[in-house]
């Protein structure tokens, strides 16, 4: 990640490349390479080591869950607070589309509602239960609670 960074700066671009971990807890953490501040000219990198916030961890999450790529877009659009019709325009479907994804992924995810849906996927180390994942549950389920 620090010679990513090196790489980056000798090529002009502006950009701190960053990596997710998991620490032996099971926490993810966010770590950044960016240039030390105040010596231009030199080659040195500093690294943070942060905890990684939800919108971080949230790919990762759809990701054990399942969730399709057009799930994943209305999921999206329920953290950021819109409504079945709201969504249902802005992804050119409709509502009844809209709620079908809703319920695959409510499925997925153990939850019944879009308010814990939201809780889930926005409060690191919140799970609702692993219920109707078929064959994979058990995995799924191991690597979700090693996350808390």
Do not use: C, M
């Given at each position: 990640m620090v010679a990513e960074a090196s790489r980056l700066r000798q090529a002009g671009h502006m950009v701190s490349p960053f990596v997710r971990a998991r620490t032996r807890t099971g926490r993810w953490l966010m770590l950044r390479a960016a240039p030390l501040s105040g010596d231009p000219g030199s080659d040195r990198t500093v690294v943070t080591v942060e905890p990684a916030s939800a919108e971080h961890t949230m790919e990762l999450d759809?990701?054990?869950?399942d969730v399709t790529p057009r799930e994943r877009m209305v999921v999206?659009?329920?953290?950021?607070?819109?409504?079945t019709t709201a969504i249902a325009h802005r992804l050119a479907i409709s509502a009844y589309t809209v709620q079908d994804h809703l319920k695959s992924v409510f499925r997925k995810v153990?939850?019944?509602s879009r308010?814990?849906?939201?809780?889930?996927?926005?409060?690191?180390?919140a799970q609702g239960p692993v219920i109707g994942l078929g064959l994979g549950a058990?995995?799924?389920k191991e690597m979700l609670r090693a996350r808390t």
């Open positions: 759809l990701d054990l869950y999206r659009e329920v953290v950021a607070g819109a409504g153990g939850v019944r308010r814990e849906l939201v809780h889930v996927l926005t409060h690191p180390g058990t995995v799924r």
